[in-house]
């Protein structure tokens, strides 16, 4: 079983906050004020979604604690996000029709499914921010380097409690479901739904958000493509096309390809049958991390740069 921490850390976001608080790295800034608009809808959701097994968990004394521990924490992330998330509404007022239409479409598959689906949901997803934020803290210095320290923390600290946290979703869809192949029968559903939620987040951002102030098209960003287009300019006649290019670096143009790659693959490999997170290699920046939180440091400032 995990072994998680609840920690309260005290946000603060105010109007002060740009859009574009990466501007060394547009679309990595992009990114990650796309997952703040999904974050909240989708801890909600989450939150609601495993509710509906709490009779259950609550067979086992371990399970129902790893309930807990998991849905506190995702608590905690859903109003961290919030801040940032209103923060930039307030900026930008008619940015809220996207977290609207991203509580629609998580509303609407809370309704049309039983709770084995939904906890299938959740791990599935769940499994792929391991390697995907691994891949991020190993290469903290090029993608968060010259950043807004506010965002960059709230996304620093959130990539570590997900990582600590990677075992839970699992476990709790185990309890539910001890059948590995229900979830992987719906890896191609999840995967379908939180693009769609992604992609209406991201057309209403292109709408609302003025080119100045975004320099990148999330629409673009967020399309299923980008792990490939990421590609093309590495191997052969890669630099030649990074060269012809126009505008930003691409999201991970820092990231080396080898690092790239084994994300590619352990992203594959976390949606397997017999996956098990607790294997995972992590990103030892987590543990400064968490040894700084324990010494008191002020964590809202301390940005993985």
């Known amino acids: ?27 990595f800034g992009m990114f990650c004020n796309v997952f703040t608009f ?13 509710s509906r097994g709490q009779g259950r968990f609550n067979e086992s004394a371990e399970i129902a604690a790893e309930a807990d521990g998991f849905l506190r924490q995702e608590a905690q992330h859903a109003s961290a996000h919030r801040k940032h998330m209103l ?42 921010f391991t390697p995907l934020f691994k891949a991020i803290l190993d290469n903290r210095d090029s993608l968060f380097g010259g950043s807004d320290p506010r965002v960059a923390s709230l996304m620093a600290w959130h990539f570590v409690e997900e990582i600590e946290h990677r075992s839970s979703g699992l476990i709790l869809y185990r309890h539910l479901s001890p059948n590995p192949w229900y979830r992987v029968r719906h890896v191609r559903a999840t995967f379908r739904h939180i693009g769609e939620v992604a992609a209406a987040i991201a057309r209403t951002v292109d709408e609302v958000v003025p080119v100045a102030d975004r320099m990148v098209s999330a629409e673009a960003l967020m399309s299923p493509a980008l792990l490939v287009d ?12 990074a060269a012809a290019r126009v505008g930003p670096p691409t999201l991970f143009s820092a990231v080396p390809t080898s690092h790239l790659a084994k994300m590619v693959c352990r992203l594959a490999l ?16 987590a543990e400064t991390w968490t040894a700084e939180y324990a010494r ?10």
Not at 3 to 27: G, T, Y
Not at 89 to 115: G, N, S
Not at 296 to 305: E, I, L, N, R
């Open 296 to 305: 008191g440091a002020d964590m809202t400032v301390f940005a993985p740069q």
């Open 270 to 285: 976390s949606q397997m049958p017999n996956h098990n997170p607790a294997d995972q290699p992590l990103p030892e920046w």
């Open 230 to 241: 990421e590609f093309t300019y590495r191997g052969p006649g890669g630099r030649r096309r």
């Open 38 to 50: 999904i974050a909240v809808p989708f801890e909600r959701y989450l939150i609601k979604a495993l």
């Open 87 to 128: 923060a930039l509404i307030a900026r930008y007022p008619r940015l809220e029709r996207a977290y609207e239409d991203a509580t629609r479409c998580f509303d609407d598959l809370l309704a049309a499914h039983p709770v084995e689906f939904h906890a299938a949901y959740v791990a599935n997803l769940e499994a792929t």
């Open 1 to 27: 079983m995990t072994d998680l921490v609840l920690r309260k850390i005290r946000w603060d976001f105010d109007e002060s906050v740009p859009f574009l608080w990466q501007p060394a790295n547009p679309a």
